[in-house]
């Protein structure tokens, strides 16, 4: 339904900055409400930032809350995770997440990127 394509992930020395971008094709009239979540290596999936379509609304894990911010950008189809003041825990495979509900919450409607790796280096 919406493919979704990830850049930007690299390595970083901690308290470093990188920016990704998830770049969406196909129907992205429906992409409604986008996000990120990462994976840490032995740990589950968890939340890290979201997006309404409007661009208004933001929600963000406690744990990265004043470091990291999301953006998007309509016209160009694309979805941004700012990440600044990077730590070691901040390791992990990040995922871009299209069509999401109540705000954070993956559901069987959601599409998914292939992930880009971001390592930090300590």
């Known amino acids: 339904q919406v493919h979704l394509v990830e850049s930007g992930g690299g390595l970083v020395q901690t308290g470093g900055s990188l920016r990704l971008s998830c770049a969406a094709s196909?129907?992205?009239?429906?992409?409604?409400?986008m996000g990120w979540f990462r994976r840490a290596p032995g740990k589950e999936r968890e939340f890290v930032a979201s997006?309404?379509?409007?661009?208004?609304?933001?929600y963000y894990a406690d744990s990265v809350k004043g470091r990291f911010t999301i953006s998007r950008d309509n016209a160009r189809n694309t979805v941004y995770l700012q990440m600044n003041t990077l730590k070691p825990e901040d390791a992990a495979v990040y995922y871009c997440?299209?069509?999401?509900?109540?705000?954070?919450?993956?559901?069987?409607?959601?599409?998914w990127g292939q992930g880009t790796q971001v390592t930090v280096s300590s």
């Open positions: 196909g129907r992205t009239f429906s992409s409604g409400t």
């Open positions: 997440a299209a069509g999401l509900q109540d705000g954070t919450s993956p559901s069987l409607s959601t599409s």
């Open positions: 997006i309404r379509q409007s661009g208004g609304t933001t």
